[in-house]
């Protein structure tokens, strides 16, 4: 059972979500997909060990074989090869990983060389084991990392996956093939505004949805409308709490300190399972 938690734009409260509901269920994996910016580890005890190196396709032209055809040079969408009347050339920087370019090689002059774009790290705090991605910076290519953490998750286990914010490629590779997507939003025409958006992205990809509103009470009931006419459901309610807000600015997951909550946070995997036995 693969459920991710995202959000049409950050600081919306995903990360709290996802941390909350994980040490409330208690013997899980928790996935920390925004590789740009993990940030799930700051509110947990850990102690972080680096497990895999991810690498992504990077070609290499062979330029005894290389004809200077042109062929992989028409055929990137990225322009990350250019073949002049003396070379073919290949720009890393611009190359998406595609591996395009050596399939439709008539010479089978590209070979490929894995670039290292990131790496995967694994710690545990309790009984939550706990992946994380990391991109290096300066990488463009998130995706390839968030699929390899992804890889992380045991079919036996309850997997929780923190998703990177907006609803661009990185967020469609961590939600698409996951069970259920927790959509966090915020009680605002913006938060509003963004949660539209993921939902047509939800919606697209197939993925069944509910949404949680954060910091209710700070805005206006346009979301929780919204939600009832589209006939979307709201698990949970997290008001605009200055014990809660103190919390994180500490790193302490509030289910921690506040035990009531973690009772509620279970009950909302309950309202998850129904929610998906209806859609079955
Ligand atoms: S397609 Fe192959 S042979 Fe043609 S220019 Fe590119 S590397 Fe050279
Ligand atoms: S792997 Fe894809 S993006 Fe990279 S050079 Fe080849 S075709 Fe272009």
Redesign the pocket.
């Known amino acids: 059972m693969k459920i991710a938690v995202a959000s049409g734009k950050g600081g919306t409260g995903k990360t709290t979500v996802a941390v909350n509901l994980a040490l409330s269920l208690g013997n899980v994996q928790l996935l920390d997909c925004d590789v740009e910016e993990p940030d799930c580890q700051h509110f947990l005890d850990l102690n972080l060990e680096d497990v895999e190196v991810v690498k992504s396709f990077l070609p290499v032209?062979d330029a005894e074989k290389?004809?200077?055809?042109?062929?992989?040079?028409e055929l990137c969408h990225w322009n990350a090869i250019v073949?002049t009347p003396q070379k073919?050339t290949v720009f890393p920087e611009l190359c998406h990983g595609c591996g395009l370019?050596a399939r439709?090689?008539?010479?089978g002059?590209?070979s490929e060389k894995g670039k290292v774009i990131g790496k995967i790290q694994r710690g545990k705090s309790g009984e939550v084991e706990f992946y994380q991605g990391v991109l290096t910076v300066g990488e463009p290519l998130s995706p390839p990392v968030i699929r390899a953490v992804k890889k992380k998750a045991k079919e036996d286990r309850i997997t929780i996956i923190d998703a990177p914010p907006g609803n661009a490629c990185p967020a469609v590779a961590t939600v698409e093939e996951t069970d259920f997507c927790i959509l966090v939003t915020e009680p605002t025409p913006f938060g509003l505004h963004d949660l539209k958006f993921s939902i047509r992205m939800v919606n697209e990809l197939g993925v069944p949805h509910a949404v949680i509103v954060n910091r209710a009470g700070i805005g206006d009931n346009r979301v929780e409308d919204y939600c009832e006419r589209e006939g979307i459901p709201i698990l949970m309610s997290i008001p605009n709490d200055r014990k809660i807000a103190h919390l994180y600015s500490q790193g302490i997951p509030f289910v921690k300190k506040m035990p009531e909550w973690k009772d509620k946070f279970v009950m909302l995997y309950d309202k998850i399972i129904r929610i998906m036995e209806e859609v079955a």
């Open positions: 032209i290389c004809n200077l055809c042109g062929r992989c040079a073949v073919a370019c439709a090689c008539p010479q002059a590209i």
